[in-house]
T-cell receptor
Framework: GAVVSQHPSRVICKSGTSVKIECRSL??????MFWYRQFPKQSLMLMAT?????????EQGVEKDKFLINHASLTLSTLTVTSAHPEDSSFYIC?????????????????FGPGTRLTVL | AQTVTQSQPEMSVQEAETVTLSCTYD???????LFWYKQPPSRQMILVIR??????QNATENRFSVNFQKAAKSFSLKISDSQLGDTAMYFC????????????FGTGTSLTVIP
């Protein structure tokens, strides 16, 4: 249990284009999903928290107009990097928090997707 | 403010030996959960072990166990019988009880298991 998928796993795009990354909880409903950015050999940096059906809460310093987050259902959240630039190149990871406990799934735990490597040329 | 400190940026251990990764944290709250996550070269974050702060008994998952010292705010991870597949970055994290589940992560310890 507690599988989270992320698509695409790798994307290369031209500067100025927009890129959408999907995060899905496959075997549980996610009350809350989180988006992180990770630079090489560093820890995870929280970008935003999203709850199903409501606007995302962004961390200080994260541009909400540049990183659009939509949590349209209990199993899907999307991150759209708008007008991407080379400095947006990074590894983006999503995680999901279950709304209900069950089996080996705990509501206090975040389960992570495999990440998306974004390269902006 | 909530903080997590991992003071060992890199460690190595001989295959089949035991290694302990340290983690300290700071919070004024009394109800929280603690975690160790593993991030292998694939970069998939994998939950290794979880501990509720209100439980005195240390959590154990197969070869992984923790030494949780609440008064000292210490949460170390012991890996027994180290295997090559344990080579990864290890992150300590905690979250406060019933606060939306924001995680506070340490800076990570890069563990290399030497054959």
């Amino acid at each position: 249990g507690a599988v989270v998928s992320q698509h695409p796993s790798r994307v290369i795009c031209k500067s100025g284009t927009s890129v959408k990354i999907e995060c899905r909880s496959l075997d549980f409903q996610a009350t809350t999903m989180f988006w992180y950015r990770q630079f090489p050999k560093q820890s995870l940096m929280l970008m935003a928290t999203s709850n199903e059906g409501s606007k995302a809460t962004y961390e200080q310093g994260v541009e909400k107009d540049k990183f659009l987050i939509n949590h349209a259902s209990l199993t899907l959240s999307t991150l759209t990097v708008t007008s991407a630039h080379p400095e947006d190149s990074s590894f983006y990871i999503c995680s999901a928090r279950p709304g209900l406990a069950g089996g080996r799934v705990s509501t206090d735990t975040q389960y992570f997707g495999p990440g998306t490597r974004l390269t902006v040329l | 403010a909530q903080t997590v400190t991992q003071s060992q940026p890199e460690m190595s251990v001989q295959e089949a030996e035991t290694v302990t990764l340290s983690c300290t944290y700071d919070t004024s709250e009394s109800n929280y959960y603690l975690f160790w996550y593993k991030q292998p070269p694939s970069r998939q974050m994998i939950l290794v072990i979880r501990q509720e702060a209100y439980k005195q008994q240390n959590a154990t998952e197969n070869r992984f166990s923790v030494n949780f010292q609440k008064a000292a705010k210490s949460f170390s991870l012991k890996i027994s019988d180290s295997q090559l597949g344990d080579t990864a970055m290890y992150f300590c994290a905690f979250t406060l009880f019933n606060t939306g589940n924001q995680f506070y992560f340490g800076t990570g310890t890069s563990l290399t298991v030497i054959p």
